[in-house]
């Protein structure tokens, strides 16, 4: 069992920042690579930001300059943060973190999501 566990989301005005994060635990052999996603409210979900176990990131081009994704490793878990810097109304959306992973004991790659968290930015 994989469990991604995200935090950080809430209510900020224009220009300020939040910082997400998500936990990936368990059952995980490695880890490919860890994204963030967002959905706004009508809309579909689109890719912000990835990072891949060797560090390399990319950026969707309404997020590059102001957000950051990097990637923390520890013995228990996995954490993969996101910046978010002179955030902006049109960033408002549930944000998701994904983690494309080998779980232990498997030979196939797996695709998991966290919970969702909210981020609204008022103007």
């Known amino acids: 069992q994989v469990q991604l566990v995200e935090s950080g989301g809430g209510l900020v005005q224009a220009g300020g920042s939040l910082r997400l994060s998500c936990a990936a635990s368990?059952?995980?052999?490695?880890?490919?690579?860890m994204y963030w996603y967002r959905q706004p409210a009508g809309k579909q979900r689109e890719l912000v930001a990835g990072?891949?176990?060797?560090?390399?990131?990319?950026?969707a081009d309404s997020v590059k300059g102001r957000f950051t994704i990097t990637m923390s490793r520890g013995n228990a878990e996995n954490t993969v943060y996101l910046q978010m810097n002179s955030l902006k109304p049109e960033d408002t959306a549930v944000y998701y973190c994904?983690?494309?992973?080998?779980?232990?004991?498997?030979?196939?790659?797996?695709?998991?999501w966290g919970q969702g968290t909210q981020v609204t930015v008022s103007s």
């Open positions: 994904n983690a494309v992973l080998y779980g232990l004991g498997t030979r196939t790659v797996a695709n998991y």
């Open positions: 368990g059952r995980i052999f490695s880890i490919n690579n």
């Open positions: 990072i891949t176990s060797g560090g390399s990131t990319n950026y």
